[in-house]
C-alpha cells in the first residue's frame, strides 16, 4: 500500500498532479475539497453548511472533515494506496488522520508538500478564476484562504516533519518537471 498526502497552498497545484499520481501509482483519491463541492452542487445540508465557509475562504469544520474521509476510507473497494488531496489541513485532522489509517492498520507513507511562490499562487487561481468560474477564486477570497493557510494549516508541517514524512517538492516549472519530482519522493516507497 502506498498512502500518500498532496500538500500544498491554494493553487500550488494538488488538484493536477493528483491525476498524474493516482495513474501512475494505481491510487484511490480523496479529495476534501471536490467532495464539498459535490455536496454543494447537491445543495445537500452539509453542502449548503460548508458553502457558506468555502465562500469566504474559510475552513469548514474538523469533525465534518473527518467523517467524510471515514465515509470514504470505509466504502472504497480495494486499493493500492490512497491518495489525500487538501487533507489533512490542520494539525488536528493530522492527528486524527494516524489515528484512523491505525484503526484499519494503515499508515501514511509520506506527505508530499507543494513548494510555490505566493505571487505565482495568485495568479494561477486568477488565471483559473477566467475558465473554471470557482466561486472562491475571488481576488477577496483567495487572500482569506491563503490567511487560512498560514495561521491553521501551515503548521501541519511541523507535524509531519516530527514524523520524518514531510517532503517538499519544488512545485514551479511545467507539468512534466513537477510530476518527475514528485515521482523521485514517491518511487523510494516503492521499492
Ligand atoms: P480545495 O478544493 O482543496 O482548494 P485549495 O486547497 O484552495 O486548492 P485549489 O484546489 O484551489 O488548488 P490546487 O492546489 O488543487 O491547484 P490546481 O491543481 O487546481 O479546498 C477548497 C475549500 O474547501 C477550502 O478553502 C476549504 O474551505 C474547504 N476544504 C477543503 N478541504 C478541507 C479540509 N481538509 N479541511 C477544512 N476545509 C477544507 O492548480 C491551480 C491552477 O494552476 C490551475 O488552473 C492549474 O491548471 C494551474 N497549474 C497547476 N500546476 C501548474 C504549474 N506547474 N504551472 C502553472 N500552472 C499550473
Ligand atoms: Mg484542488
Redesign the pocket.
Known amino acids: 500500500m502506498l498512502n500518500i498526502a498532496l500538500f500544498?497552498p491554494?493553487?500550488?497545484?494538488?488538484?493536477?498532479q493528483s491525476k498524474f499520481i493516482i495513474d501512475k501509482y494505481s491510487l484511490t483519491y480523496i479529495?476534501?475539497?471536490d467532495i464539498?463541492r459535490e455536496h454543494i452542487s447537491r445543495q445537500t445540508t452539509l453542502g449548503l453548511q460548508a458553502k457558506q465557509?468555502?465562500d469566504q475562504?474559510?475552513?469548514?469544520p474538523d469533525e465534518l472533515?473527518v467523517k467524510l474521509i471515514e465515509e470514504k476510507l470505509n466504502n472504497a473497494a480495494k486499493t493500492n494506496g490512497f491518495l489525500f488531496d487538501?487533507?489533512?489541513?490542520t494539525c488536528s485532522?493530522a492527528k486524527i488522520l494516524e489515528q484512523i489509517l491505525a484503526a484499519r492498520r494503515l499508515n501514511l507513507n509520506a506527505m508530499v508538500s507543494l513548494e510555490v511562490p505566493q505571487a505565482e499562487l495568485v495568479q494561477?487561481?486568477l488565471?483559473?478564476a477566467k475558465v473554471q468560474g470557482r466561486s472562491?477564486d475571488t481576488k477577496e477570497v483567495i487572500e482569506a484562504?491563503f490567511k487560512e493557510y498560514a495561521s491553521k494549516t501551515m503548521p501541519v508541517i511541523d507535524f509531519y516533519k516530527a514524523l520524518n514524512k514531510y517532503h517538499p517538492v519544488n512545485?514551479v516549472?511545467?507539468?512534466d518537471e513537477?510530476f518527475v519530482r514528485i515521482q523521485q519522493v514517491l518511487d523510494a516507497f516503492e521499492k
Open positions: 500544498g491554494p493553487g500550488s497545484g494538488k488538484g493536477t479529495s476534501t475539497g464539498l465557509l468555502i475562504g474559510h475552513l469548514v472533515v487538501g487533507f489533512p489541513r485532522q494561477r487561481l488565471d483559473r472562491d484562504r512545485g516549472g511545467t507539468l513537477v
